[in-house]
């Protein structure tokens, strides 16, 4: 049997909000798998156990760049270590710049993106010479570049924390606005079901039977149960099929809202600053009891 350690605990903890007796159980029956622990916690605890999953701990901002005519646009995440540097202005700079070198040069890579140009030395020197003025580490995360089919329209949301790139087809500016704004609010996962991954699906799948199973549903009605429980998710995470957050009558889906205007969405980016980072937390007071006693051991 694997070792499950405290910090394994604390981890999947950290991850689930469950109760850490609980985390060690399930650890111990995953056999140390941190996926497959958060999965048998969602089915004995419900959606209770993934709710820290998408919480924000990184630093940065969203920058966006869009072109005059609106067919031309680019979105790049840049983080740094603290809040504070994220609103410096010289931080600031960097990632509108960056932003435009993205739309204008179209990297492949951030690799590439950090060797263009940019007021005379590469990206890579830049943000170098920023770290070493500020004193504070920055990294270019991400970016996405979008030749629109339609118009490129965006929302910049919570201090640039949120950021959604969409490329409308018909409609208007004030509809790609809202959408953008209906996107930043809801955060779908894709358009319409065929862009949610099929690993996604299956596990939505599985923790439906086995929540089913545990609540004594015959096993001949379990896999209908999941397949119900798989198309409510999917109308929770795909665009097209949510119910538009300024629906008059709290009813009406986007897909349509769309049909209504004559209009479309070719695609949309959503980043939200930090996604999937871990940071790490320090216990300043832990901290200064840790360095007194390796102190007083000297």
Do not use: W
């Amino acid at each position: 049997m694997a070792e499950i350690t405290a910090g394994m605990v604390k981890e999947l903890r950290e991850k689930t909000d469950a109760p850490m007796m609980e985390c060690k159980k399930a650890l111990s029956e995953a056999a140390g798998d941190m996926a497959k622990a958060e999965e048998i916690l969602r089915i004995k605890l419900g959606n209770k156990a993934s709710k820290a999953a998408a919480r924000v701990t990184a630093e940065g901002i969203v920058g966006v760049y869009i072109s005059a005519d609106a067919k031309l646009g680019a979105m790049v995440e840049v983080n740094c270590e603290t809040d504070f540097v994220a609103k410096n202005d010289d931080f600031l700079a960097l990632v509108k710049n960056v932003a435009e070198l993205v739309a204008t040069k179209n990297p492949a890579d951030v690799e590439a993106l950090s060797a263009l140009e940019l007021n005379g030395q590469s990206v890579e020197e830049v943000r170098k010479a920023l770290i070493g003025k500020i004193g504070e580490n920055m990294t270019i995360r991400r970016f996405v570049r979008v030749e629109a089919q339609g118009a490129v329209a965006n929302y910049i949301h919570g201090g640039s924390k949120i950021g959604v790139l969409i490329d409308l087809v018909g409609g208007d500016e004030a509809l790609a606005k809202d959408l953008a704004m209906h996107i930043a609010a809801s955060k779908p996962k894709s358009l319409d079901a065929s862009g949610v991954p099929a690993e996604l699906l299956d596990v939505e799948r599985r923790v439906a039977i086995e929540k089913a199973r545990e609540a004594g549903k015959p096993e001949a009605m379990l896999e209908k149960i999941a397949e119900g429980t798989v198309q409510k998710f999917l109308k929770d995470v795909t665009l097209l099929d949510q119910v538009f957050v300024k629906a008059e009558d709290g009813k009406q889906i986007v897909s349509q809202l769309l049909k209504a205007k004559g209009a479309s969405v070719a695609g949309f980016t959503l980043f939200i600053v930090g996604e999937g980072i871990e940071k790490k937390v320090t216990d300043f007071a832990a901290e200064v009891a840790a360095q007194a006693a390796a102190a007083a051991q000297k």
